[in-house]
C-alpha cells in the first residue's frame, strides 16, 4: 500500500503561484503513477494532472500551460505547480496513486488517496 500526505495548500490572489507536494510513503518500490485531483464545493471531483515514474505527463485541458506536475522519485514526492490562478479553481486538492504506468484521468483507477489540501483563490 501507499500512504500520501500533501502540503502547500492555501490562500492566494487570482493570478498568483502556489506549489503543492505529496509526499508518498509504504510500498513504493513498484513502478506507480501519482496525481492530483481536485473538488470545488458542490462539483465532483476533477482530474488535474498525473505523472509517471518515467516523467511521462497528461494533464486536464483547462490547467494545460499554467500548471506543471514534477516529480522527485529519490524522495518518492509529486508536486503541481500552479501558475495564474483562477478563483474558480478554489478546491481541496487531493494527492492520488495507482500502480502501474497508465496515466488515467479517471479518479476509479487510482486506489490511493490522501486526505487533501485546500487551495483558496481570492479574486
Known amino acids: 500500500q501507499v500512504q500520501l500526505v500533501e502540503s502547500g495548500g492555501g490562500l492566494v490572489q487570482a493570478g498568483g503561484s502556489l506549489r503543492l507536494s505529496c509526499a508518498a510513503s509504504g510500498r513504493t518500490d513498484s513502478p506507480y503513477v501519482m496525481g492530483w485531483f481536485r473538488q470545488a464545493p458542490g462539483k465532483e471531483r476533477e482530474f488535474v494532472a498525473a505523472?509517471?515514474?518515467?516523467?511521462?505527463?497528461n494533464y486536464a485541458g483547462s490547467v494545460k500551460g499554467r500548471f506543471t506536475i514534477s516529480r522527485d522519485s529519490a524522495r518518492n514526492t509529486v508536486y503541481l505547480q500552479m501558475n495564474s490562478l483562477k478563483p474558480e479553481e478554489t478546491a481541496v486538492y487531493y494527492c492520488?496513486?495507482?500502480?502501474?504506468?497508465?496515466?488515467?484521468?479517471?479518479?476509479?483507477?487510482?486506489?490511493?488517496w490522501g486526505q487533501g489540501t485546500q487551495v483558496t483563490v481570492s479574486s
Open positions: 505523472i509517471t515514474r518515467g516523467g511521462n505527463t
Open positions: 492520488a496513486a495507482r500502480y502501474g504506468s497508465v496515466l488515467y484521468s479517471l479518479e476509479k483507477w487510482y486506489a490511493y
